[in-house]
């Protein structure tokens, strides 16, 4: 029996939708934490309709009234050198009529707070650091780094990418070095250039990088991330830093209005993205992963929480329906999610060399199909996809 029996190790965006979307479903769940309160660095996210979709039906999109910023205008390229619009979508007027729902942005705090109060009090435990899983046949026990235990019948491991419950569904192999790093900061709007004011996300694409900034917080910042070649830069960490010197030194050469931007970011953050292969399977009897644990993914689909979120759902819906066969569930609910974020790993991937092409024929032939794509059509398999369709047996 479930009961109140499922953990779910992590309190991101994933582990929280998780909870969420489990008790929604009648199923209850603890989620442990390590952090010793609930943050979210600041950085924002593109929430698109296939996550939007699940997020209302939990309320969580009435909680982010007048913070969540709904676009206008979505996946505009710019040219890296003067701005030349290459391509932009309509994420109004065509976004509402193709999908039933408008494309957002959030700051993560925002969006990580609205998802925690569709959580039950009491079902969140912080400053729980998991250090081990050990596997029973049809139970698990978790420890912690505070000398605590703790069994469940089921264990969701949304620990992100160097999760310590993916030790106990497949071989502990560490994530690599993807060659890539990031900057990203948030500069206040009154202090940001009128381009960037727009609600508009923005991409400016150049020689081995890209920049992409959109308004979060109701309009009153603006959020920035930009990618450079990461160099001997092997970071990864939320809290590491760079300077603005250094962050400016890599968009040299680029459109001058971009300089008032990256210098409003004042300490820009600064990591290297990590890289890990999809898996072929993340559950193994009452264990699996969620999220960035499962799939992580580079963040040029802007797609990674809204797996995530997808997946709490799908996977709230296969245990709701088999109470009594949670390793069932588990393998129904794994095979139910691993071709789409299989997919999404490899198009976000692959993005990589596009965005980051030098100028030459290939840019050409990429700016031109750009000029003529529509991929809010294009991308319909993405956005159009409702994780709630999924036909699920009752067991
Ligand atoms: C630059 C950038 C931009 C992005 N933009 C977008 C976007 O626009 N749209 C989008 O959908 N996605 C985007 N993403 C992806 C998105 O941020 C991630 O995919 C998403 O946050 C994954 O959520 P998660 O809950 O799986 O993992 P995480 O957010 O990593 O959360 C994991 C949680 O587990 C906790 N934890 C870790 N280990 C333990 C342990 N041992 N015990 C207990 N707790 C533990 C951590 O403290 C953390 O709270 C972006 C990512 C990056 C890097």
Not at 35 to 63: H, K, Y
Not at 199 to 220: D, E, F, M
Not at 227 to 245: C, I, K, L, Q
Request: negative net charge.
């Amino acid at each position: 029996m479930i009961g109140s029996r499922v953990a779910v190790v992590g309190g991101g965006i994933g582990g929280l939708a998780a909870a969420a979307f489990l008790h929604r479903g009648g199923v209850r769940s603890v989620v442990f934490e390590q952090a010793a309160e609930l943050t979210e660095v600041g950085a924002g996210l593109v929430l698109a309709p296939n996550a939007v979709r699940l997020l209302r039906r939990i309320g969580v999109m009435d909680r982010l009234v007048g913070r969540a910023v709904p676009l206008d205008v979505g996946w505009e390229f710019r040219r890296w050198e003067d701005g030349q619009v290459l391509s932009a979508e309509d994420l109004a007027e065509s976004c509402q009529q193709l999908y039933g729902e408008r494309t957002y942005t959030v700051h993560r705090a925002d969006l990580a707070q609205a998802i925690a109060s569709a959580v039950p009090p009491g079902s969140l435990r912080l400053g729980k650091r998991c250090t081990s899983v050990e596997v029973f046949a049809d139970a698990a026990l978790l420890s912690f780094a505070d000398g605590t235990s703790a069994e469940a019948d089921v264990v969701v491991g949304a620990d992100g990418v160097h999760s310590t419950v993916r030790g106990a569904v497949t071989e502990p192999v560490p994530p690599t070095y993807s060659g890539v790093c990031a900057f990203r900061g948030i500069v206040p709007t009154d202090r940001a250039p009128g381009f960037a004011r727009r609600r508009a996300q923005t991409l400016w694409i150049g020689p081995a990088h890209h920049l992409v900034h959109y308004p979060i917080s109701g309009g009153a910042a603006i959020n920035l991330v930009a990618f450079a070649p990461a160099g001997d830069y092997a970071v990864e960490s939320w809290s590491a830093t760079a300077s603005g010197a250094e962050f400016l030194a890599e968009f040299t050469g680029w459109d001058p209005r971009l300089r008032e931007l990256i210098l409003g970011v004042g300490t820009p953050g600064r990591w290297a993205l990590l890289d890990r292969a999809p898996l072929r399977g993340w559950s193994a009897g009452p264990v699996t992963l969620l999220g960035d644990a499962a799939h992580p993914m580079f963040p040029f689909f802007a797609q990674g929480a809204a797996q995530s979120i997808e997946d709490a759902a799908v996977l709230a819906r296969c245990l709701a329906r088999a109470p009594s066969s949670p390793a069932d569930a588990l393998r129904r609910y794994e095979s139910l999610r691993i071709g789409r974020t299989t997919r999404l790993q490899e198009v976000s991937h692959a993005r990589a060399h596009v965005n980051h092409l030098p100028d030459g024929p290939e840019q050409e032939a990429r700016d031109a199909a750009l000029a003529q794509a529509d991929p809010l059509v294009a991308n319909g398999w993405i956005y159009a996809y409702d994780a709630e369709d999924e036909e699920i047996p009752s067991v």
